[in-house]
């Protein structure tokens, strides 16, 4: 017997390999991916200028890590307690004007790095819902928990999506591979019929711009968690974002369907070596912690040798910082 219906999903025509360099942008299940391929010692750069949700704001961000434009401390926004830049997320701001300028600088200085150096870009969409300042018009990527009567709320139009995304294809992503992904975390703020409206309209101008640009590709993140896991048993316990077990199943279907199987086969091991740093024993100062150190320290040429791409920097840090201990 069948009791679900499980995704099938053709594998992407560019594959990511570690040679690959890697920028996410967009919502928090960007984060989710680039943690997953992070864990497995791709070079991965995720989300610089903080979690984004709306097309409108991802094009922004992506065109200003472009063409960089470094802020002063007299552009930021005063809400109060807390200074802020209404491009970027809430993590960027600070209680003083030039640390909110100085952590948007970084962050402007970031993506402009990571997005030259990319070959892979991936995009993930959340909502079509946006909030436009009153005053300018302006479409901004976060409320900063400003007060509401200073927005107007709408709902972008899949031309205005399209538009967007097809100036940064022909533009700054011409010669990087773009997979596109849309979020499965709900926005159920917007309520139920909202969200499902939103998440239409995201759909629908993804599969315009992918039809169009060769470069770009679309993985079903979205499907896979809607029509194949389809249960709340595969939600977290808000019932809103994805459980770590559903991220994981994401990830292997990303794995197969987006990594050259070269670098699939060896992602194991690599995750294997990550895990030993992270692991903390009861005595660091021991002669076994020392002599597990340095066997490490073989594993991690020996897996370099066979994936010189692969970053172990972190680890081979870590474990170098032990050699010596109980000796």
């Known amino acids: 017997m069948r009791f679900r219906t499980e995704i099938e999903i053709a594998p992407l025509k560019y594959k990511i390999g570690y040679g690959s360099r890697i920028l996410t942008v967009g919502s928090c299940f960007a984060d ?14 995720a989300n610089p200028a903080g979690v984004m949700f709306n097309p409108a704001s991802i094009a922004q961000v ?10 002063a401390a007299s552009e930021m926004q005063n809400g109060g307690n807390r200074y802020f830049d209404y491009r970027f997320h809430g ?39 946006v909030y436009e300042l009153k005053q300018t018009g302006e479409i901004v990527a976060n409320c900063h928990k400003q ?47 909202q969200n499902s409206l939103s998440k239409a309209v995201l759909r629908v101008a ?11 590709e679309y993985f079903p993140a979205y499907e896979i968690v809607n029509d194949d896991l389809r249960d709340y048993r595969f939600y977290a316990d808000d019932l809103v974002h994805p459980s770590s077990q559903a991220i994981a199943y994401i990830r292997e279907k990303f794995i197969a369907a987006a990594i050259e199987p070269a670098a699939a086969a060896f992602l194991p091991r690599a995750e294997r070596i990550a895990a030993a740093a992270q692991h903390r024993p009861a ?27 692969a970053d172990f920097s972190a680890e081979r840090s870590h474990f170098a910082a032990y050699v010596q201990t109980g000796i």
């Open 206 to 216: 993804i599969d315009e711009i992918v039809s169009h640009y060769d470069n770009a």
């Open 91 to 129: 993590s960027l701001s600070d209680t003083t004007a030039q640390g909110a300028a100085e952590k948007v600088n970084k962050a402007i200085a970031c993506g402009h790095e990571a997005l030259a150096g990319a070959s892979d870009v991936i995009i993930t969409f959340g909502t079509s819902w």
């Open 147 to 193: 007060p509401a009567a200073l927005f107007n709320r709408r709902r972008l139009g899949t031309n205005e999506i399209i538009e967007a995304c097809s100036a940064l294809l022909e533009g700054l992503l011409k010669e990087k591979h773009v997979i596109f992904t849309l979020s499965p975390v709900r926005h159920l703020a917007d309520g139920f019929e």
């Open 283 to 309: 005595d660091t100062q021991s002669a076994e912690y020392a002599l597990f150190c340095r066997k490490m320290l073989a594993e991690i040429e020996d897996a370099q040798a066979a994936e010189p791409s």
């Open 62 to 71: 992506m065109n200003l890590f472009g063409n960089p434009v470094p802020v």
């Open 32 to 45: 989710n991916m680039a943690a997953a391929l992070s864990r497995g010692k791709f070079r991965i750069t």
